[in-house]
Nanobody
């Protein structure tokens, strides 16, 4: 199973970016999917998460600015980011809770990370 992220980059404060993360491989089902971020010298933190039923939750710092969504048919999760701030600068990681067989365990899978840099 592999998660591949795309869409990071450099943007000015107030700008927008859209991150994508596609899961591929031997996948039976995906439960929750989410985005985490890690800034230099800081711990990795949850940014947003979405269940297979499209229930969402967000970190307080991004509420009203970021929107998480997913396409279950494509095993893909998105993060639309608006009104970006310099403090949003971080490496963003995709996460998915994946089951490879119907009766098998669910395990966490992580992407390689994509850099988001917001200049002031």
């Amino acid at each position: 199973v592999q998660l591949v992220e795309s869409g990071g980059g450099l943007v000015q404060a107030g700008g927008s970016l859209r991150l994508s993360c596609a899961a591929s491989g031997s996948i039976f089902s995906i439960n929750a999917m989410g985005w985490y971020r890690q800034a230099p010298g800081k711990q990795r933190e949850l940014v947003a998460a979405i269940t297979s039923g499209h229930s969402t939750n967000y970190a307080d710092s991004v509420k009203g600015r970021f929107t998480i969504s997913r396409d279950n048919a494509k095993n893909t999760v998105y993060l639309q980011m608006h009104s970006l701030k310099p403090e949003d600068t971080a490496v963003y990681y995709c996460n998915a809770a994946i089951r490879t067989t119907m009766m098998g365990p669910r395990f966490d899978s992580w992407g390689q990370g994509t850099q988001v840099t917001v200049s002031s």
